[in-house]
């Protein structure tokens, strides 16, 4: 073998020569802090967000030809790029040469808000392009796939690439020959108002064109290198591994014989997240990157030929011209577009991992595995019992494929790990419909492929009917038993999935059968065959109808314009930075946290000296260090910044290490060694509390009418529960901070990624002991947030200074996603028991509500999220009699604490469930009840706040309008009627979300405007940048108010230094308050300009500013604003806490699978009262972002704790937000006309939080859908549906003979995977 010294490839066309490559590092972290492009952004470091994504080029000596392809950076090894061109978004285009046309128009069709994830959404469409310059809507979804966004709901990212398409618009799937720019979504007529009446958010006529001769060539010296360069064996020797690239087959097998440890390393997504999450260390990595014979593709007479080195993107291309619909179905949803291009055949077939999508298919499809061993050339069975010996060079599938089939469930519909997936073969030989082979395999049930041998083997002989179907159930159910304990959890739903799918293959096979022998094989009943079909899959996009402007309003008037997010451009070109994207400062220290691993338990020992020992490892940060000033007490309670004495939850904050590096610190926090003695009692669920009697305080009460004496009237009384999970954040951005010490007078600035810099520098200022006019805490921009970067990033940012007063040097410290998750955690889980008596016409005249939320081990804003939970249950309805209490249940989980929405989400979904019981009740529709118990006109609310409901009502009726309520509800009937697997469910929620924050003081802001002589203006305000656009509606003000154009006006950021006590920004007040505080600065200045601009009025701001100076008249002001009066009493129970309500409705489609739980969004339609917009493209984002979030948080996002309350669902693979592929087919926002709210900026109304309630109008569609298979099935009693309603939760619940069939555990019997907390 023989070495090479250097790595050589290009990143945006520049050569990069790497002598001392670590074979460590991957791409992202070396483009990130050794090359300071720090546009391609950390999201979660396993592949599984795609804020990393960068396109690959590579050229091929042999074919000439080039490819190009999406990767993700995080999981790239930098020596597998030798002879590779790298782009970046930098590499694409930026504001300093030119920006390219997908940034252009991601940014300009409102694409982006926080902008964390649009560097990888950029990446991942410019590379689509490259390929196909005018790709069809498909290709578009398809690309995007692998790409997460938190907060713009994806819709506006769609527009923007559609752009694109050669028949912008268009489904471009005609479905019966219709398009579906020609017929109505389910032959109803479409959005009738949709964009024809309104005007668009952005116009494409401005857009510049795309000119893929202006893209960057793949570099010539790479060409040349891979021409010319003589090839051999690199090898790449660091500290701790060798990496070994043999060029021939030789040499692989040479390098394997010597180094059998040593993984083949090809796309490294299986080998890399081993490394990175699960402690795996290979000292030597073979990667046979370059061996032509890896990549062969041949055609025989027989089968197809693959080598085991193809990516999957590039069999998934190979097979689409072949018959293997089954694995093409497979590898269209297999991961994201990144992963499919970077992960190879062989990998994936060797890696054998349990829930793999193509083995079960491979195992049953008479496949053969071609293995390069040092004995011999071996052919195997492509379902590996064991790892190889060898290297796997290639894979042969024969033709015969047409009773081949795959199924597959996961948590989503893309991107999504399988639950089970499964591989079925049957071969009917001459004898016709007699089965002479069998085969059955399943992914997602057992350690790796499971295949139903003995099964098969006793079905063979056996006429493919009814009888046969029985049998094989049983026999299936048999063999692959899964214990109630079995890792994954959800032992129910896969036993039932592994009969489910199995009767979906006869089904399909049946029908093949009928067409070839109609005679013998009558087939199904047409109601039978909807199981056949896949959910309603079409590409149709959403429309917005917003206020149009008043005609009156001056042209150069910014407000109520749909103006484009200030830092829109600089968010798709990767230029806008966020607190991790801050230069690497002289001598600047790394901290990591070690955490707590049990959920209670006394430490008994901290072993630090092994962490100590390592390289790199500075100090350590105890207790001790933190001299005597271990707490903070933001609600009341004082929270434990560090523990080490008895910890209540895992993920407890311990100690940290401080190192010079983030790898030695990460690398150190592991080998602090705890010892513990687990305490009793462990209290983890919400119903462990409650017998434990384990709350933060007391009660929380409201009671309003006299409850008793209600009931002792009605015609009816319902009892009932609901149980709703909890939310992970999922900031794209994960918590992130820098202390940098001044270097005198104690001083210190501190850049963190908060929505209370205010917070941190106070708790900074304590833990250091040092007045707050020493810290100054700054906040260019956060990258998402949702209430997750308050309280406990002050705990971290406490810390992380310390090491500082003994070292003082800057201190940064970037959590991992994984710690992320761990630490911080997030929306509360919540219990709601009710109890209603209503009249047998639905009215509800008295209801009796408990919640309970889990509020993890520290107090946090638990019992504010209770009170705010109890002040909005009511939502839209009035409710004559009526009695709320709260209680905040004190667990061993991490603390839970603020999220879009506080308490209003888990509130309103009890309300709604309990109204969608009682229509059951009734036999009424629930939007009837919900219409029948609303408030109407001018009303109370239980606190005795004044309400006037004319625009809920208004809202309400436009929205049954719009969505043709009524006509779709008997569509949805018909549909119901005529589909026995399939059920298709309509429903309408209302939505009052009163906004202010209880207290006048809290929602006081300040803000700081300065003219410079120049004529140009800076504003400073309290608010935080964390993609809501607040920086660009408070230019918008200052644009109004000064009447000068918003290119005069810049915002730099927030800082402590500029506007000094400012509020937490949230509860959806942040534009509003702070607005109205610049509103009032700007106005001051311009009452002090007044008289000089009426004496030159003809001349510029330069000039005014000047004579201003010269007058000696200030050019700077702050402005202020008090706060809304706001008050509460819980003892009379009345008060006046909130400042408006927003109203709105929402009204969903949904179409679910009864066999396996999928469903699919099909259309929403939302109306929103949202007074005069301010900027109807940043409303029309936060609105159907939120809606997103909500629809999640309803239906996919599940976090799963083991029973000793250790959180699993730590990443992007295991827990799922919303994909491209869950918006609704079809999502149609209109607002009401303006209306006047006298108090507000502008009579707007705060949109950031209401739309997030909206999303249980999916909850309720698919509740309908599901009662709808049940009622067909005889199952008339309640239906309790709890959220998230999972895939596992649909199909449990729509009982069949399937689900009878299943074993079933007896509770108590085993200890279970995972606990519903
Ligand atoms: C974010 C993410 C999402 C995913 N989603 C899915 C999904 O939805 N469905 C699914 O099925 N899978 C999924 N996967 C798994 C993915 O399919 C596998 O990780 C991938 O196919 C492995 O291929 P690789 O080339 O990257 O393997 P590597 O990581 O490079 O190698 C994996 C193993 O294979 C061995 N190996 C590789 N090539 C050879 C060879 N030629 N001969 C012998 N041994 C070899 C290596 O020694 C190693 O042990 C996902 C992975 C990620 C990271
Ligand atoms: S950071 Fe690479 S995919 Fe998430
Ligand atoms: S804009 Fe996509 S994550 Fe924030």
Known sequence: MDGAAELVFCVNGRKVIEKNVDPETMLLPYLRKKLQLTGTKYGCGGGGCGACTVMISRYNPITKRIRHYPANACLLPICSLHGAAVTTVEGVGSTKARIHPVQERIAKCHGTQCGFCTPGMVMSIYTLLRNHPEPTLDQLTDALGGNLCRCTGYRPIIDACKTFCKTSGCCQSKENGVCCLDQGINELPEFEEGNKTSPK??????????????????????????????????????????????????????????????????????????????????????????????????HADDGLTLGAGLSLAQVKEIL????????????????????????????????????????????????????????????????????????????????????????????????????????????????GGIIRELSIAYGGVGPTTICAKNSCQKLIGRPWNEEMLDAACRLILDEVSLPGWAPGGKVEFKRTLLISFFFKFYLKVSQILKTMDPVRYPGLADKYESALED??????????????????????????????????????????????????????????????????????????????????????????????????????????????????????????VVADSEVQAKRAAKRVKIVYQDLEPVILTIEEAIRHHSFFQGERKLEYGNVDEAFKVVDQI???????????????????????????????????????????????????????????????????????????????????????????????????????????????????????????????????????????????????????????????????????????????????????????????????????????KCGLSPEKVRMMNMYKEIDQTPYKQEIDATNLIQCWKECMATSSYSLRKVAVEKFNSENYWKKKGLAMVPLKFPVGVLSTAA??????????????????????????????????????????????????????????????SGGSLVADLNGLAVKDACQTLLKRLEPIISKNPKGTWKDWAQAAFDESISLSATGYFRGYESHMNWETGEGHPFEYFVFGAACSEVEIDCLTGAHKNIRTDIVMDIGHSINPALDVGQIEGAFIQGMGLYTIEELKYSPQGVLYTRGPDQYKIPAVSDVPTELHVSFLPPSQNSNTLYSSKGLGEPGVFLGCSVFFAIHDAVRAARQERGLLGPLKLDSPLTPEKIRMACEDKFTKMIPRDEPGSYVPWNIPV
Not at 618 to 637: C, Q
Not at 882 to 911: D, E, K, V, Y
Request: charged share 20%; proline share 6%; aromatic share 8%.
């Open 320 to 431: 689409k011209t072949q018959t293997y619909h089954a694995l093409l179905k497979h590898l269209g949803t297999l991961a994201g577009c990144q992963i499919r291009n970077m992960a190879s055949l062989g990998g994936h077939i060797v890696s054998r991992h349990l829930d793999s999508d193509l083995n079960p298919l491979l195992a049953v499809g008479n496949c053969t595995l071609n293995l390069l061993s040092k004995v011999n050339l071996l052919f195997l069975p492509p379902f590996l019992s064991e790892e190889p010996g060898g290297a796997v060079l290639k894979m042969t599938i024969l033709y015969d494929w047409e009773f081949v089939s795959a199924f597959r469930q996961a948590q989503r519909q893309q991107n999504a790990l399988a639950i089970v997936n499964s591989g079925m073969r049957v071969f009917f030989g001459e004898g």
């Open 1003 to 1064: 929602a006081q802001a300040a803000a700081l405007v300065h003219i410079y002589l120049d004529g140009s203006v800076l504003v400073t305000h309290g608010g935080i940048e964390m993609g809501q656009g607040v920086h660009t509606k408070m230019i918008q003000v200052a644009s109004r108010e000064l009447r000068m154009p918003m290119s005069n006006v810049h915002l730099r950021g927030t800082s402590t230094e500029t506007v000094p006590n400012a509020n937490v």
């Open 201 to 298: 958010l952005f116009s494409e006529e401005e857009f510049l064109p795309l000119d893929p001769t202006q893209e960057l060539i793949f570099p010539p010296e790479l060409m040349i290198m891979a021409e010319k360069q003589p090839q051999r064996t690199r090898v790449f020797v660091g500290d701790r591994m060798t990496w070994i690239s043999p060029v021939t087959l030789k040499e692989l097998l040479e390098a394997k014989v010597k180094y059998p440890q040593a993984p083949i390393v090809m796309g490294n997504t299986s080998v890399g997240p081993e490394v990175r999450f699960k402690g795996a260390f290979h000292p030597v990595i073979i990667s046979p990157e370059c061996i032509e014979e890896l990549s062969v593709v041949n």
């Open 535 to 656: 959910l309603h899959s079409r590409n149709h996009w959403g429309t917005s109808k917003y206020q149009v402007g008043n005609p009156k309003q001056l042209p150069q008037d910014p407000i109520g314009r749909p103006i484009m997010h200030l830092s829109g451009i600089k968010h798709t070109t990767g230029e806008a930075i966020y607190c991790d994207d801050m230069p690497v400062l002289d001598g600047e220290l790394f901290l990591a946290f070690v955490t707590s691993s049990r959920a209670h338990a006394e430490i008994v020992s901290i072993d630090l000296s092994e962490a100590l020992s390592l390289p790199g490892v500075v100090d350590i940060v105890t207790e001790e260090d933190l001299r005597g000033v271990n707490s903070f007490g933001l609600f009341g309670e004082p929270e434990k910044l560090l523990e080490t004495q008895e910890v209540s939850c895992v993920g407890q904050l311990v100690c940290a």
């Open 718 to 920: 319902l009892e009932g529960e609901i149980h709703m999970g909890g939310q992970e954040h999922f900031y794209m951005e994960t918590q992130s901070m820098l202390a940098v010490p001044k270097g005198e007078d104690q001083e210190m600035d501190v850049y963190v990624s908060s929505q209370f810099p205010k917070y941190i520098q106070d708790i900074v200022a304590a833990t250091l002991k040092v007045p707050a006019n020493k810290i100054m805490c700054h906040v260019k921009r956060v990258g998402g947030a949702f209430g997750g970067k308050v309280t406990k990033t002050g705990i971290m940012a406490a810390i992380t200074p310390s090491p500082h007063l003994l070292h003082g040097c800057p201190v940064r410290c970037i959590l991992e996603r994984g710690e992320d998750m761990l630490i911080t955690g997030g929306r509360h889980p919540y219990l709601g028991k009710y109890k209603a008596g209503f009249m047998n016409d639905g009215r509800i005249l008295a209801l009796d509500v408990e919640h309970y939320c889990n509020g993890g081990s520290t107090l946090d804003e638990s019992l504010f999220v209770i009170e705010i939970g109890l002040l909005k249950v009511d939502n839209a309805y009035k409710f004559p009699n009526l009695r709320f209490r709260g209680w905040a249940c004190r667990t061993n989980l991490p603390s839970n604490t603020a999220l879009r929405g506080f308490g209003f989400p888990q509130s309103g979904l009890i309300t709604e469930n309990c109204i969608t019981e009682v229509a059951a």
